[in-house]
C-alpha cells in the first residue's frame, strides 16, 4: 500500500499544516478519498462546540474492518497481519497474514451473530493479549456492535460498573490470562462482575491457561466450541455490515475528576482516518516495517496503534502478551531481535523501569532492525529520553514523543520520524489538523513563545470523542464548558521560543501512574469503602519509576490491630473496588484534613506535604484548622 499523504520533510509539513488550518474539509476529503467507502459523504464536517456536536464525513458509509482487513487481504493476502509473541518465550509465536486475520474475524462475526448480536449492541471484552482479542474487537466492528474493552487489571466492580454503565448483553472472555509468572483467573472476575449485570445473556470463553472454570447453562459458551460451528456451517464469508460514518464505533472508560469512569465514544470514518493518517506520518511507516506497540488493548494506545492504525494501513503489528520484566529485562529486545522490529512503542515507565537493570540485559542483543522509537502516556524526563536513544536506538533511531488521550483517538502533538526535529521532553508540534493554544486560568489566550498554560484546542479533528456514553452533557461539561468554544484537555503545557510544546502534566484531579489514567476521587471513593475509614484525601507525588505515585491521607477510627495491616487492608480493598493498578503507594494514618472554612479538602497543600515541599505551602491560614496541617508534616512518610 502507498501513503500519497505522507510527508515527507520539513516543508512537507508546514505545506500539510498551513492547508489543515485553512482549508480543512478539502484537506480532510483528500485524504478520506483513499479509504474504501460503499457511499461516499455528504458533508466533510459539521460542529459546534457549545452543544457539543461534531460530525465528520456525514452520510458517508462504510465498515473500519474493509478499510482494515479485506482491502489488504485482497493486494496483500499473506502479508503477516499480526505477530503474536506469548507471555512464555518457551512457547511458540503466531503469525495470521491478513487472509488469515480477515476469515478469523468472519468466523467470530458470525460467532456473534448465532449468540443473537446486532448492529448497535454493546459488547464487554475482558481478555490477554492474544490475538483473539483484536480478532474479537474487529468482529463487533464487522457486524456493527460497539465494542468495550474492558483492560485485564480491573476487578470484578469495575467491571460490572462499566457493562452496566454500556448495558453490554454479550461479553467475551478467556478462562485465563499469563501475566509474568502470574496466572489471572479472567473467568472467575467475570462471573464476580456478572452477579449484578443483568443486561448480559451469553459469555463466550477462549481457552488460554487451562485453569479450571464454571460454565454456566444457557449463558456460557467456550469460544472453540462456537467456532466449531461456524466450521460445520462451511466456514460462511460474513459481508461487512454497512455504518454511517457516525455510527459508533466503540466506547472505552477512562477516568476523570469525578468518581465514576467516563465512556468515552468515537465513531468509525473520523477514528479511522485519524488513527491511520497519524500511525503513517508521526512513525514513517514504510511497507513492511514490523511496528511493535507494548500497549495493552485495553487502553486507547492498543486500539489505536495495535489495531486500528496499523492495520488500516496494511502494516505487521506484533501484539505481545507478555511483560518487559519476564522472564528477565531483556524481553522486549529479545522479541526486537527475534521478529526484526523496525518501530518500537512503548511508555516512559517501561523504560525507567528497563533502565533500573543498566545496560547488562541490551549486551549480546541485535537492535540494528529498530529504525524508529516512540513513547506515549505521560512526561518522559530527558534522563529517560536519551537512555532510550544511546542504549536503545544507538543513537540512530528518532524519537516521537507523542502526546495524545482516549478522547482525542490518536496523536495530537509529536515530532514525525526523520522528518521534524525532535527535542528530548518534547512533544514538539502539532499534527495537520490540530490547533493547540494556551489559555490561562480565565480562559484568556496566552499569546507568543515562551509561555505555559492550560492546554486547549480551538477546531475539531476526525478523532476527537463524540460523546460520552449516556450522558453527553457530562461530556460537555468535562471537556466544552471549563474553556468556552473550546476542547480543554485537563493538561497543563508549555511552549518554547521556537513554538514547540511541552506537556507538563494533568492540572485537574488525575493521576498518572506508570501511564494509567486514575482519578483521585476514584481511589478516595474505594479507600472510604473500608470499614473504619471515616474520610481520605489522595494525591500524586513524583515517583522515579511510575511517573507519579498514588499518597493517601486518610482518617481511621475503627480498630488498628497495627497500623502496617490496617494498610494491607486498605490496599486490599482498592485493589477489589477498582484493581491493583489503583493501589496507593502511600498511605498516612491522620487525626484531620486541611479543609476551609467551607469544608473543602485543600489539596494544594497535602500535595506540597507529598512532595516533600514542607516549607512552601502557601497561605494556610483560611483553613478551619491550621494545625492539622503541622501533624500532617510530621507525619509525613
Ligand atoms: C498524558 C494515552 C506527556 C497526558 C494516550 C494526557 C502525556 C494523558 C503524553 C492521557 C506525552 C499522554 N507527554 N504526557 N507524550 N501522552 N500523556 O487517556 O496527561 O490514557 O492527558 O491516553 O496522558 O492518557 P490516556
Same mark, same amino acid.
Given at each position: 500500500?502507498?501513503?500519497?499523504y505522507q510527508i515527507k520533510s520539513l516543508a512537507d509539513y508546514h505545506e500539510a499544516y498551513k492547508k489543515s488550518v485553512e482549508a480543512?474539509?478539502? &484537506?480532510?476529503?483528500?485524504?478520506?478519498?483513499?479509504?474504501? *467507502?460503499? +457511499? !461516499? *459523504?455528504?458533508?466533510?464536517?459539521? *460542529?459546534n462546540f457549545d452543544t457539543p456536536k461534531v460530525e465528520w464525513f456525514k452520510g458517508g458509509q462504510l465498515n473500519i474492518t474493509e478499510n482494515c482487513l479485506d482491502r489488504h487481504a485482497a493486494t496483500q493476502p499473506d502479508a503477516p497481519a499480526i505477530i503474536w509473541e506469548p507471555n512464555d518465550p518457551l512457547e511458540a509465536h503466531r503469525t495470521l497474514s491478513y487472509k488469515e486475520l480477515l476469515q478469523k474475524v468472519e468466523q467470530f462475526a458470525h460467532v456473534l451473530k448465532n449468540k443473537g448480536a446486532q448492529k448497535g449492541d454493546r459488547i464487554c471484552i475482558y481478555m490477554p493479549m492474544?490475538?483473539?482479542? %483484536?480478532?474479537?474487537? /474487529? $468482529?463487533? %466492528? +464487522?457486524?456493527? $456492535?460497539?465494542?468495550s474493552v474492558v483492560f485485564g487489571g480491573f476487578s470484578s466492580?469495575?467491571?460490572?460498573? +462499566?457493562?452496566?454503565? $454500556?448495558?453490554?448483553?454479550?461479553v467475551v472472555t478467556a478462562d485465563g490470562a499469563y501475566r509474568g509468572n @502470574?496466572? =489471572?483467573?479472567? @473467568?472467575?472476575?467475570?462471573?464476580? %462482575? /456478572?452477579?449484578?449485570?443483568?443486561?448480559?445473556?451469553?459469555?463466550?470463553v477462549l481457552t488460554r491457561t487451562g485453569i479450571p472454570v464454571s460454565m454456566i447453562k444457557n449463558r456460557d459458551a467456550w469460544w472453540e466450541d462456537e467456532i466449531k460451528k461456524v466450521e460445520e456451517m462451511g466456514n460462511p464469508s460474513f459481508p461487512a455490515v454497512s455504518m454511517d460514518a457516525e455510527d459508533m464505533l466503540f466506547i472505552l472508560y477512562t477516568s476523570g475528576s469525578t468518581g465514576k469512569p467516563k465512556g468515552v465514544v468515537h465513531t468509525c470514518a473520523g477514528y479511522m482516518i485519524w488513527t491511520h493518517y497519524t500511525f503513517v506520518n508521526v512513525f514513517q511507516y514504510q511497507p513492511?516495517?514490523?511496528? &511493535?506497540?507494548? $500497549?495493552?488493548?485495553?487502553? =486507547?494506545?492498543g486500539h489505536s496503534y495495535i489495531i486500528y492504525g496499523p492495520l488500516s494501513a496494511g502494516a505487521t503489528s506484533l501484539m505481545f502478551e507478555g511483560i518487559p520484566t519476564w522472564p528477565d529485562a531483556g524481553r522486549f529486545w529479545d522479541i526486537v531481535q527475534k521478529h526484526q522490529v523496525n518501530i518500537l512503542y512503548t511508555a516512559p515507565t517501561a523504560i525507567r523501569s528497563l533502565m533500573g537493570f543498566g545496560t547488562a540485559p541490551l549486551e549480546n542483543k541485535n537492535l540494528s532492525s529498530l529504525k524508529v522509537l516512540g513513547t506515549v502516556g505521560e512526561p518522559i524526563n530527558v534522563e529517560a529520553w536519551h537512555w532510550y536513544d544511546e542504549q536503545v536506538g544507538k543513537k540512530q533511531c528518532p524519537i516521537v514523543d507523542t502526546w495524545w488521550q482516549t478522547e482525542t483517538g490518536g496523536t495530537m502533538i509529536s515530532n514525525m520520524a526523520g522528518v521534524t526535529p525532535a527535542k528530548p521532553s518534547f512533544a514538539t508540534l502539532p499534527?495537520?489538523?490540530?490547533?493547540? /493554544?494556551?489559555?490561562?486560568?480565565?480562559? !484568556?489566550?496566552?499569546?507568543?513563545?515562551?509561555?505555559?498554560?492550560?492546554?486547549?484546542?480551538r477546531f475539531p479533528w476526525p478523532g476527537i470523542l463524540r460523546t460520552t456514553y449516556g450522558d453527553h452533557e457530562r461530556c460537555r461539561q468535562t471537556y466544552f464548558s471549563t474553556y468556552e468554544h473550546l476542547y480543554f484537555t485537563g493538561d497543563g503545557c508549555l511552549r518554547d521560543e521556537d513554538g514547540n510544546y511541552r506537556i507538563t502534566g494533568r492540572v485537574d484531579d488525575v493521576l498518572n501512574v506508570s501511564g494509567h489514567r486514575i482519578g483521585t476521587a476514584e481511589v478516595e471513593n474505594a479507600i472510604n469503602m473500608h470499614t473504619g475509614v471515616v474520610e481520605s484525601a489522595v494525591v500524586g507525588y513524583p515517583h522515579d519509576i511510575k511517573g507519579q505515585g498514588i499518597y493517601a491521607f486518610v482518617i481511621f477510627n475503627g480498630m488498628h490491630t497495627d497500623e502496617a495491616h490496617t494498610r494491607q487492608d486498605i490496599m486490599q480493598t482498592v485493589a477489589r473496588v477498582i484493581g491493583a493498578i489503583a493501589k496507593p503507594d502511600k498511605i498516612q494514618f491522620v487525626s484531620g484534613l486541611p479543609k476551609t472554612r467551607s469544608g473543602k479538602i485543600m489539596r494544594r497543600i497535602l500535595r506540597k506535604i507529598a512532595e516533600g515541599e514542607l516549607s512552601h505551602l502557601g497561605d494556610t491560614t483560611t483553613l478551619l484548622d491550621p494545625a492539622v496541617v503541622e501533624e500532617i508534616k510530621m507525619g509525613r512518610l
Open positions: 500500500m502507498s501513503y500519497p480543512p474539509e478539502q &484537506f480532510w476529503a483528500e485524504i478520506a478519498e483513499n479509504f474504501s *467507502w460503499h +457511499r !461516499k *459523504w455528504d458533508q466533510v464536517l459539521n *460542529w492474544v490475538p483473539e482479542l %483484536a480478532i474479537a474487537v /474487529l $468482529a463487533c %466492528a +464487522r457486524i456493527g $456492535a460497539i465494542h466492580q469495575s467491571i460490572s460498573d +462499566r457493562i452496566n454503565d $454500556a448495558q453490554c448483553n454479550i @502470574k496466572n =489471572i483467573p479472567l @473467568k472467575s472476575i467475570i462471573d464476580d %462482575a /456478572l452477579v449484578t449485570c443483568p443486561s448480559v445473556q451469553h459469555v463466550i513492511g516495517q514490523v511496528h &511493535f506497540c507494548t $500497549a495493552d488493548i485495553g487502553w =486507547i494506545t499534527m495537520p489538523g490540530v490547533q493547540p /493554544l494556551l489559555v490561562d486560568e480565565n480562559g !484568556k489566550e496566552i499569546i507568543g513563545n515562551g509561555v505555559s498554560g492550560n492546554l486547549c484546542i
